[in-house]
């Protein structure tokens, strides 16, 4: 049987052993560039899906970045907002202490002009809060608008103070929060919803108990918003024995038409009336006292919670006697109540955006962290098999240049 006999060449053999050194050296240097990155992807090349979730990732991590930090300006606004409100409030609980003091029956009129000094530097302290502005200098309590001072007052006319912003709330979204909250909410009055009216009194005869209670709401589809002058025409004591009968008149000041004549129902003489007066429509007011022909009650509504502490102030310091001042006092507390309560209200609306805020928050790490799971196992090396390959692609190297040396000595002038 013949023998066959196979030629290699020594060249063919010495050109293998270089390019398999060649790729030997390429590899272990791609593993030591994914070992020195840590990644697995360091170039698009080596995976292109991997490399595109990988930045699909990233771009909405940014993303989420770029909206905390919105929401953490827009919280900071928020919180600031609420506390300046929690400002207002304390200003307010010390300005409705010195009027509960100025009713005290001690008071001199020179007192109580002393209490309303102090008074109105509590007030223009409130009206200084409800213009504050954030770090940015927007307005806190600028609702839907831009204006840079919201509130503008005190004015001449029946509007003494205007909100020159646009009333509202800005809505939230999946991502964000406002960041003003609604003043004409929090310090401007509704006549229909809030029924803030102050009462005063103008008797001829001085030296009385005569007094009125606090304007309430009845059906606010009735109320109007205008201001009414109440006139006593007649007090009746003859024609029934014992009885008393006040007749009055309700004129509507804006337009003055024809008064309005009403007859109270009659009370036993002697004792104090609790008249009911009528043809206020929506509105509920009570007379308490003594009265006789010629008292007058102004009842005109407050458009904001700056009107009312004008007003509380000015009665203070023009009542004449204590029972002016008491007058003066009970409009005043019962009108400063509504108001806080309305400014609670807007209160409790900043600390349930806050909540939202934290609860944002609170999403947007659980969903960049994913997000970063996602980018990890996407581009990211594992180590223990990147240096377990990289041991294992270096073995291969050595023995490649081994084999490189053997092939080397492969030729006939090393046995000549």
């Known amino acids: 049987m013949p023998t066959s006999f196979n030629r290699v060449s020594t060249a063919n053999t010495y050109d ?4 398999n050194i060649s790729a030997r050296s390429a590899a272990l240097s791609n593993l030591q560039e994914n070992l020195t990155a840590g990644k697995r992807v360091v170039r698009p090349s080596d995976d292109p899906t991997a490399a595109a979730n990988a930045e699909r990732a990233m771009t909405r991590i940014s993303r989420i970045a770029t909206d905390q930090r919105a929401l953490d300006s827009q919280r900071n606004a928020i919180a600031q907002a609420e506390t300046t409100l929690g400002q207002v409030t304390d200003v307010l609980q010390r300005f409705r202490e010195l009027v ?7 008071n001199s009129p020179a007192e109580r002009k002393s209490i309303a000094v102090e008074l109105q530097g509590l007030r223009d302290h409130v009206f200084a809060l409800a213009n504050t502005k954030d770090t940015n200098g927007l307005p806190l309590f600028g609702a839907l608008a831009s204006a840079l ?11 003494d103070y205007t909100f020159e912003g646009l009333p509202g709330q800005l809505a939230s979204s999946d991502v964000s929060i406002p960041f003003t909250l609604d003043g004409d909410s929090a310090f401007m009055h509704q006549p229909a919803r809030d029924g803030v009216y102050n009462v005063t009194l103008d008797t001829p005869v001085a030296g009385r108990a005569l007094g009125t209670s606090g304007v309430t709401v009845t059906d606010s589809t009735l109320v109007t918003g205008t201001s009414y002058q109440i006139a006593v025409t007649a007090v009746d004591t003859t024609t029934t024995p014992g009885a008393t009968v006040v007749t009055y008149t309700v004129t509507d000041l804006p337009l003055p038409g024809t008064p309005l004549s009403q007859s109270a129902p009659a009370y036993a003489s002697g004792t104090i009336a609790n008249i009911d007066i009528q043809g206020l429509p929506g509105l509920r007011l009570s007379l308490q006292g003594t009265p006789t022909v010629g008292d007058t009650l102004t009842v005109t509504p407050n458009p904001s919670v700056f009107s009312v502490l004008d007003d509380a102030i000015r009665d203070i310091r023009s009542a004449v006697d204590n029972n002016a001042a008491s007058q003066a006092v009970g409009q005043a507390l019962h009108n400063i109540d509504i ?14 955006l806050l909540n939202r805020a934290d609860r944002i ?3 947007q790490t659980s969903r960049s962290i994913q997000l970063e799971a996602d980018r990890s196992r996407a581009e990211d090396l594992d180590m223990v098999k990147g240096i377990s390959d990289f041991n294992n692609q270096q073995v291969g190297y050595q023995a490649a240049l081994q084999t490189y040396a053997k092939v080397q000595q492969l030729s006939l002038f090393n046995f000549l």
């Open 16 to 19: 293998t052993a270089v390019r």
């Open 100 to 106: 509960v003091n100025a009713g005290n029956g001690i």
């Open 149 to 159: 001072a919201p509130f503008v007052g005190p004015q001449v006319g029946t509007t």
């Open 339 to 352: 108001g806080m309560a309305r400014i609670s209200a807007v209160r409790g609306q900043a600390g349930d």
């Open 361 to 363: 928050s609170d999403n």
